[in-house]
């Protein structure tokens, strides 16, 4: 290729990651983790849609108490699949996956991940596994909530849509231990020079934490898929009572992993957010330490407490004690996080831009869902809370809600450095308010339903609870439409955006001293790591060039 | 893209190494990283195995009787005899990876082999295990169907006792374990024949064996593994 005329034209600047090879196959079988976050994030995407339409379909049945617009099998169904994709689809992968690999080497300063090869398999599993999902809607559907618990998932009748589902679980279960791995394996021995541990951005510390329990606790999941798949086919005896089977074994091992899981969606959330709140306070964050400790004191607590999803299922009350007491212990690691970002944003110079509009949101959604956390962990009032509305609310305030909010902050706070095109900032701001108040349309009302004993998972209610209802379902299309917005917003923004600069936030981890959009190999040569929360030498030129390090400043 | 430039060669500048991914700095830092790479690996191994001990232990406590008496449906010599082939094999695993530092290639290739062969004796035994006991309708779960020659064929003290419920239940274990634990002596059979093929064309040496090493590691885990099997289900 001729390179004298390109050359003198635009500087030796490499071409973006975007126009390195082309056609299809360079993207299927990329090794570069831009690329494959990039595809994740298209996945992802879709794996939302898939499940927002089961959500929006059971949201109008129930505005009927008798229901009506499906059948009670159908809602059966839809509910079980909308928890399944959304969880394993969605909520899981959603930040490690599509903004992690995407932005944990460019923090590092880093080519790629350690193991760019099986990054792509990770990617590739995902991709089967979500195939095995829509294979499940395709035969059938089942209709056993998203959790499978046997004996009913694997009685006769329940036969390859149960199979699908498990042998799906398997597969992304190892899409997302290899995951984990490589940002285990990227973090300890890929760090640049002048980056020590407490040098790393808190997002990566986030991510370090998530692939702990990634690794240690998927592995559960996919033995647990494994003996399920082999028992509803050889009828093993081994979760089936009628053949010597222990179905309660079930739940311990589903819990041991699906527990540690919400730590999964959860912490890169609040990765997220230690990122997005100290650039826009403008201010170094608060007790990092506290921040990035309490992220491995979560992943660690966060194993001890599987059996307060079981208060109810006749475990030994002395294990439900101990449980609760775990439980609770919890809530320590989450305040100290919460306490620190509040902190960081006192005396800030607070910048309204989305990202930080959705973090906003972040605390104002994680704070309620928290606290409701308290009443379901503590023994004497879960009993009476146990499957109903309340609980609905409770995890998807934490689950939906906040890893919703803190996934779209990301999404928008990284989204120039992925497409090197600006947003548009009023439709992104407009989306995030549209987001908070629909959410909170849509599930303040539950909790009340809840508390008043309307239990979950039914097509039909009380007629007493039908105002709670409606209510909710007006919530729901606020937050979709919210939703629909902020997706909107980004997608024009690829055609009608202003170019980003290589910094349009001033914030001063090494991701932002790459181009926007990178180059192939990220950066010309390896950068040498500084605070990644000193602001003080970073100056906004113009809105076009972005912020510039001053001269003379470190590093 | 990577292939080293004539400019560099005259500059007296080392050419790349054959075997250095685009995205390290140097041969150690790739080691480093491959290491820490299998070490997760196999924590997530541990854990994945970890299940299937829990339930071991779980079903052990519900039905006691019943591991009781299945246990003499299983010969401790033959267990015994695989028992010592897998420790055996370790060694030479370990041996392998010594020669490859040491770059002693006809070493490395003789112990390559002599775990590939091992773990093929181990392999023989299962099969001649597993194919006795399936004759004999000694399966698992719902399709356990002993044959009256089989339950003749158990010590006397034995042959007088009621036979417990759910037999079925312990071969599902037993299969399970067993069968989770070959499948990973399988995949590491296939493992070796690819160092075997990579240590014939000369790839290894004193500067590249992180390939070996991973592969031993992999391969001291599932020893490791069926020594735990081993007295589980054939000794207590």
Excluded at chain 1, 176 to 205: E, K, Y
Excluded at chain 1, 351 to 365: E, G, H, Q
Excluded at chain 1, 385 to 392: M, P, R, S
Aim: with cysteine; net charge positive; charged share 10%.
């Amino acid at each position: 290729m001729t390179t004298a005329a390109a050359g003198t034209a635009q500087g030796p600047a490499a071409e973006s990651y975007l126009h390195h090879g082309r056609g299809l196959r360079s993207w299927l079988f990329t090794v570069d983790h831009k690329r494959i976050g990039i595809m994740y994030l298209a996945l992802i995407a879709a794996a939302l849609f898939l499940g927002g339409v089961f959500a929006m379909v059971l949201r109008m049945n129930l505005w009927w108490h008798g229901g009506g617009l499906v059948s009670n099998d159908a809602y059966n169904k839809l509910f079980t699949l909308h928890g399944a994709v959304m969880v394993f689809l969605f909520v899981i992968p959603g930040i490690p996956a599509a903004l992690g690999n995407f932005v944990l080497p460019l923090q590092l300063g880093a080519k790629d991940v350690a193991f760019p090869r099986v990054n792509l398999l990770s990617f590739w599993l995902y991709s089967l596994g979500s195939a095995l999902f829509v294979a499940v809607l395709v035969v059938g559907g089942v209709d056993t909530g998203w959790t499978l618990y046997p004996p009913y998932s694997l009685e006769g009748a329940r036969g390859l849509g149960i199979l699908l589902a498990l042998a799906a679980l398997f597969v992304v279960g190892f899409s997302s231990i290899l995951t984990g791995l490589n940002f285990i394996a990227t973090i300890h021995t890929m760090r640049p020079p002048g980056m020590g541990w407490f040098g790393l951005p808190l997002f990566l510390w986030a991510l370090y934490a998530t692939g702990i329990i990634q690794i240690v606790a998927t592995p559960v999941l996919g033995i647990t898929a494994a003996m399920g798949f082999l028992e509803r086919l050889f009828h093993l005896g081994l979760f089936m009572p009628e053949y010597g089977g222990d179905p309660v074994l079930f739940q311990h091992f589903f819990w041991f992993y699906s527990h540690p899981a919400v730590y999964i969606m959860i912490l890169p959330a609040m990765g997220i957010v230690s990122e997005v709140v100290s650039v826009f306070s403008r201010k170094p964050i608060f007790g990092y330490r506290f921040i990035a400790m309490s992220s491995i004191a979560i992943a660690v607590i966060g194993f001890f407490v599987w059996g307060h999803h079981m208060f109810v299922s006749g475990q030994s009350k002395w294990a439900s004690l101990v449980f609760s007491f775990l439980t609770m212990l919890v809530a320590v690691p989450s305040a100290i996080k919460t306490f620190n970002w509040l902190a960081t944003m006192y005396k800030g110079a607070i910048v309204l831009k989305t990202p930080m509009i959705y973090v906003l949101s972040f605390f104002a959604i994680f704070g309620i869902g928290g606290l409701t956390g308290l009443f379901l962990g503590s023994l004497a009032t879960d009993i009476p809370l146990h499957d109903t509305y309340f609980v609905v609310a409770h995890f998807h305030f934490v689950m939906v809600g906040s890893v919703l909010t803190a996934f779209l902050a990301g999404l928008h706070y990284w989204w120039p450095k992925m497409t090197g095109r600006m947003y548009g900032e009023t439709t992104g701001r407009l989306s995030a308010l549209l987001v908070l108040v629909g959410f909170n349309v849509t599930f303040i009302p539950q909790f009340f339903a809840g508390v008043a004993g309307m239990p979950r998972r039914y097509a039909t209610y009380a007629a007493v609870f039908q105002t709670n209802n409606r209510v909710s379902t007006v919530g729901s299309f606020i937050l979709a439409a919210g939703l629909c917005l902020a997706v909107g917003g980004l997608l024009a923004s690829l055609a009608r955006g202003r170019r980003a600069p290589a910094n349009p936030w001033g914030a001063a981890s090494l991701e932002w001293s790459a181009a926007s959009p990178p180059s192939h190999h990220n950066f010309d040569r390896t950068p040498t790591a500084g605070d990644p929360y000193d602001f003080s030498g970073l100056r906004l030129v113009s809105e076009e060039a972005g912020y510039v390090r001053a001269a003379g400043e470190a590093p | 893209m990577s292939t080293p430039s004539g400019g560099e060669a005259a500059r007296g500048v080392a050419p790349r190494p054959r075997f250095l991914a685009e995205h390290f700095e140097s041969m150690g830092a790739q080691l480093d990283t491959s290491t820490m790479g299998i070490w997760l690996f196999l924590a997530s191994e541990v854990l994945f195995f970890g299940g299937l001990f829990t339930a071991y232990g779980v079903y052990r406590a519900n039905h006691p009787e019943l591991f009781r008496y299945a246990q003499y449906f299983l010969d401790w010599r033959l267990g015994a005899l695989n028992t010592l082939a897998l420790i055996a094999s370790s060694l030479s695993a370990a041996w392998s990876v010594r020669c490859a530092q040491l770059g002693q290639r006809k070493g490395l290739l003789a112990a390559l082999a002599v775990t590939f062969a091992l773990a093929g004796v181990f392999m023989g035994v299962k099969y001649l295990e597993y194919s006795h006991k399936l004759h004999h309708g000694v399966a698992w779960g719902a399709s356990y169907r002993a044959s009256e020659e089989i339950l003749r064929s158990l010590p006397e003290a034995v042959r007088g006792l009621p036979v417990p419920d759910h037999m079925g239940t312990f071969f599902s274990v037993y299969y399970l374990m067993t069968g989770l634990h070959g499948i990973h002596v399988l995949v590491g059979m296939g493992l070796y024949l690819w160092l075997i093929r990579r240590a014939r064309l000369g790839h290894f040496g004193p500067g590249y064996y992180g390939p070996v090493d991973a592969v031993a590691l992999y391969w001291h885990l599932v020893d490791m593994i069926w020594i735990f099997l081993f007295p589980l289900f054939y000794l207590v």
